[in-house]
């Protein structure tokens, strides 16, 4: 009878332990949801000294400088190249350019991926990004983009465009 008694005790002693553990002890698993963003934006090459964050092509953005950079694609949309191969295509890139950082200076966003966010074969970091304007009402960074006629879709189905047509 007391190998019983002693028995029952042992799972429930481990039992409180691991609860204990799991509710104190284990490590914190990073956050994997949106972020707000309160991030003021320039131009990159615009000869901005000390700005933190800069505004590099129509989908991309750098934060920080040296080896603490961190370079920021968003996702959903792609806008055509600054560099690209004919006078409308980079025309449109700079106007795409343009048209992100005046929506990122318009306030407060949120961007997904939190602490840990995915990132593409150059080593950037992939976000979606959206600002919140009431409870069910988001306005996404994408389809402004898309709507605006300054990128194209991207994504599953999605051809690319021929920027210079």
């Not at 953005?61 to 920021?72: D, H, K, N, T």
């Not at 409308?88 to 992100?100: I, Q, V, Y």
Request: proline share 5%; glycine share 12%; with cysteine.
């Amino acid at each position: 009878m007391v190998t019983w008694w002693i028995l029952w005790r042992v799972p429930l002693f481990l039992l409180v332990v691991m609860a204990g553990w799991w509710f104190t002890i284990r490590p914190a698993t990073p956050q994997k949801g949106w972020v707000a963003v309160e991030q003021s934006f320039t131009l990159c090459g615009s000869g901005s000294s000390g700005a933190f964050g800069c505004v590099a092509d129509g989908d991309t953005v750098i934060i920080g400088f040296g080896p603490q950079q961190r370079r920021i694609r968003f996702t959903g949309f792609d806008t055509p190249e600054l560099n690209g191969a004919c006078t409308a295509e980079r025309e449109l890139a700079g106007k795409a350019r343009l048209a992100l950082h005046d929506w990122l200076t318009r306030g407060t966003f949120e961007w997904s991926g939190a602490d840990d966010p995915p990132r593409d074969q150059y080593g950037r970091e992939l976000r979606a990004v959206r600002r919140v304007s009431g409870k069910d009402d988001s306005e996404y960074l994408a389809e402004t983009m898309i709507s605006q006629g300054l990128a194209s879709e991207t994504g599953w189905g999605s051809t690319p465009r021929n920027w210079c047509a």
